[in-house]
């Protein structure tokens, strides 16, 4: 654990060993929530629209290759 003092636009430093540990870099998107009255930062993972498969970080489409597959088979 460690202190941290948020700046007036309420940001937050994580320390270095944090973000390195958690593969946690400029840019990744994270998920903020609060549990039983803590903020808990989540890294955002990218999952399928219609299954919740976790699909790949760079993929455009929303959507896992199987449901790819299965919308195109559907047409
Ligand atoms: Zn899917």
Known sequence: ???????????????REIRKQLGLGKGTKLSV?????AVVLRKTEKTCAICKAEIDKDSEIPLCKECIDRVKASK
């Open 1 to 15: 654990m460690f202190n941290t003092t948020m700046d007036e636009l309420g940001r937050v430093l994580i320390k």
């Open 33 to 37: 929530s609060v549990e039983d009255g």
